[in-house]
């Protein structure tokens, strides 16, 4: 242990014996430093805690410090600006909110109880929220140790207000489970409106619950065979008294020894009522006939089947009884392990003959914790804000697989962590999505295609090298600065090893979740823009040649200003950091400009039959009302590619919504940094200027802080913007936004996706060569 090294060891010994599966002595141990478990736990304002009937979770709300980037336009009145940095870039401290949810076993629970209470600094709290039935049995406990009132919260209400919370705020959150299919877990797109829905919890019951709005919903039935009963009945048959030791040896037996089938009764199927041979007719109904004695496999399968039968059934009569076709299975008896989650899935699919499909929950186990949580912030009222899951510090789902990464699986068994983090701004929909409940931003799911996810990840791990190096020369002035870039380096690569091994750790893998769990890395080891100096250089050089551009192009006619026009936004577009063959040529040619962009440019054939149609549109339609425009990069891409662009629309009376980042992305242009750029070019043009006093043109955040775009998590005030401005037109720029995200994307209203596509595996996969164009217009279907 190093000095001044804080460091918790866990320690839980199980004794086998009798009725264990022959397992005999089983220790484990596990020592971690805990700012990996009870993570900022000096600053924690407000605890709740779930206490089952073998995990706890314990919840708490803390305010994180952490760093991030400033610009500020420098006063350069009076002054000669040529050799001046366009803007100052400070670096600030900042505080935010932060929800901890973290799971281990009750074997825990004093030895965390301690480390909790000796950590605590700065809780304001002198109560904290229990709910789930140990919360009876370790009351005195918890009360002793922490010095805090415990007030105890109805279970049901808890699970209820933590599961509209997941599913408004996470959007990978609800799985259907495939056992046989290649893709184990199928993520489902959130609905813009998650109710009404049915949730069924399985404990040692099971409660059916009709969800219908954030505050109303009622208990519409239940059963007394659940959890406990599979649990009990498993102890009498098979001797065996764990409930994970008794799923194993169901995910190992056969029922059909022990079931008697439907072809056993009648020799095959019954075609009368259309049902097949292989369907159970009696479950255990061998056991009256058959002279031997059955294994533990077979018994422990039978009972799961028929308990898993029962429950689906009556789930699906609920279900239709109110006509509602989403329904969340939870609780106990489910926890992620494939065998449950199979026979029940099994089991909603014949009883609804398809028309309905169990879904999971990735965060269930916390459904409960996170309500109670909720309830104790009632006066807070943290349902007014939105909330991102933070990967940096969550474990994601994992396997219960014995044969996926069982070094990982333990860890996870013994200690699992979420972390979600308050956005500064509420998200919504994009207005003009055609459909927001069947959006998907991500072109390519790398959770089903295995080939592209091998590809991106090395990639990923390939470039974490440069991203670490870059991260430490961004801040030359900081004495740690390369202690943390090899922090974030290992972290980020122990991520990208759990991401092999069960891409589902996180939701649907993608390109986009790639880049955005490297972006959280970065900031959690307060690297928070680490291409600001890059930006603020890139940004100065592009500003000086703006006007000469602009004296081109108003040399050109018309149409062949059009196509200089989009030619120069592509152009633009090369100049992207994030990717590695820009990022190579631009370090060992320092040179390289706009103009040797435009060399590089594959133009044709992807750029000309969408652009006649566009030009086709110019030319015979009416101008557009208002144009949304996301910008990618800074420096040459917008400043000489979308302000040129921009210039020409608002030339043709289009309004137009200019949306950039809210944080540091890559070298992605930011809405500050946007301000300054656009003062600038505004005092070297007088149509800018004019536009900005008429607020004909209006900058705004997108509320992301991500090298792609999701269009279902926008700012309100840009979703308001664009109702108020009556839009008609999207323009989408650059490839992390037109083609890792919304290639596919439907609007209500017309569209411009352009992009270069910088990556030659990539490129080769399209069909094309690296530096090959992507310009897509499209007109919505009328």
């Known amino acids: 242990m190093r000095p001044g090294e804080e460091w918790v060891a866990f320690k839980m010994a199980e004794r086998g014996g009798r009725g264990s599966g022959g397992h005999g002595s089983l ?11 009870f993570r900022n736990l000096e600053n924690a304002k407000r605890f709740a805690i779930d206490i089952g009937g073998s995990l706890t979770k314990l919840a708490y709300y803390s305010t994180v410090q952490h760093k991030v980037a400033r610009v500020r336009s420098f006063d350069h009145s009076g002054k000669d600006i040529e050799n001046e940095p366009l ?35 700065n809780t304001e709290t002198k109560v904290i929220k229990a709910t789930g039935g140990g919360a009876y049995k370790f009351k005195d406990l918890i009360e002793k140790k922490l010095g805090l009132k415990v007030d105890k919260e109805d279970v049901m209400t808890c699970l209820i207000k933590g599961c509209n919370f997941v599913l408004r705020n996470i959007p990978h959150e609800v799985f259907a489970y495939q056992k046989d299919s290649d893709t184990e877990f199928r993520f489902q797109t959130n609905h813009p409106n998650i109710f009404p829905y049915l949730l069924v919890n399985i404990g040692s019951g099971v409660s059916i619950v009709k969800v219908e709005t954030e505050d109303k919903f009622e208990w519409i039935g239940g059963s007394s065979i659940g959890g406990g009963t599979f649990w009990g009945l498993g102890a009498l048959l098979t001797k065996t008294k764990k409930f994970d030791e008794l799923l194993q040896l169901a995910s190992k037996g056969q029922h059909t020894n022990v079931d008697m089938l439907v072809k056993d009764v009648y020799g095959g199927a019954y075609q009368t009522l259309g049902l097949s041979g292989n369907l159970i007719a009696s479950s255990f109904g061998k056991s009256t006939t058959a002279d031997k004695e059955f294994s533990k496999e077979d018994m422990a399968k039978s009972l799961l089947h028929m308990i898993s039968n029962d429950i689906g059934q009556l789930a699906c009569l609920y279900a239709k009884l109110h006509n509602l076709d989403k329904i969340y299975f939870g609780g106990f008896f489910i926890r992620g392990h494939p065998v449950t989650m199979r026979t029940i899935t099994y089991s909603i699919n014949f009883f609804s003959k398809g028309e309905v499909q169990a879904l999971f929950l990735r965060h269930e186990g916390y459904l409960g914790a996170i309500g109670a949580f909720l309830k104790g912030a009632e006066q807070d009222n943290p349902n007014q804000y939105s909330w991102g899951e933070n990967y940096a510090g969550s474990s994601g789902l994992m396997s219960t697989s014995p044969d996926v990464y069982p070094m990982q699986r333990t860890r996870s068994g013994t200690f699992d962590m979420l972390e979600m983090d308050r956005l500064e701004r509420p998200l919504v929909n994009l207005p003009l999505l055609k459909d927001p409940s069947t959006y998907i931003p991500d072109t390519v799911d790398l959770t089903d295609d295995a080939m592209a996810r091998k590809y991106w990840l090395t990639c990923f791990e390939e470039a974490l090298d440069g991203v670490a190096k870059r991260a430490a020369a961004s801040q030359p002035d900081s004495i740690d600065a390369l202690e943390r870039a090899e922090k974030f380096r290992q972290k980020y690569w122990n991520k990208l090893q759990t991401l092999r091994q069960q891409p589902f750790a996180y939701g649907t893998l993608t390109v986009r979740s790639l880049l955005d769990t490297r972006e959280h890395c970065l900031n959690e080891f307060n690297f928070p823009d680490p291409y600001s100096k890059v930006k603020q250089k890139e940004n100065g050089i592009a500003l000086k040649c703006f006007q000469s551009v602009i004296e081109s192009l108003d040399s050109l006619g018309w149409e062949e200003r059009q196509f200089a026009l989009v030619k120069g936004l592509l152009a633009g577009n090369v100049f992207d950091w994030g990717a590695k063959a820009v990022s190579d040529v631009l370090e060992s040619e320092p040179q390289f400009g706009f103009e040797e962009a435009k060399s590089k440019l594959q133009e044709r054939p992807w750029l000309e039959d969408s652009y006649s149609q566009w030009l086709e549109r110019l030319k015979e339609g009416p101008p557009h009302k208002c144009a949304l425009i996301f910008a990618d990069n800074s420096g040459i891409d917008i400043i000489l590619g979308v302000f ?54 209006l900058l705004v955040q997108t509320g992301s802080s991500s090298p792609c775009l999701d269009l279902s998590r926008l700012d309100k005030g840009l979703a308001v913007l664009v109702r108020e401005r009556k839009t008609d037109l999207v323009i989408i720029e650059g490839m992390g936004r037109a083609i890792h995200t919304n290639y596919y994307a439907a609007l209500k209203c017309e569209s411009l996706k352009l992009a270069v596509i910088k990556n030659s595996w990539l490129a080769d996969r399209l069909g094309g060569k690296i530096f090959s164009v992507i310009f897509k217009y499209e007109v919505p279907c009328k």
């Open 87 to 121: 803007y100052e870039i400070s670096v600030q401290e900042e505080i935010t909110a932060r929800l901890h949810f973290i799971k281990f076993e009750n074997t825990y629970i004093e030895t965390c109880l301690d480390f909790i209470k000796d950590h605590l600094v």
């Open 644 to 697: 040129p662009f921009v210039r020409e629309l608002l030339s043709r009376g289009t309004e137009v919504i200019l949306a950039c980042n809210s944080g540091p992305a890559l070298n992605d242009v930011t809405y500050s940094e946007s301000l300054i750029v656009t003062e600038r070019i505004a005092a070297m043009d007088p149509v800018i200027q004019s536009a900005l006093r008429e607020e004909k043109l």
């Open 27 to 37: 220790d484990k141990s596990i020592t971690l430093p805990p700012d990996e478990i």
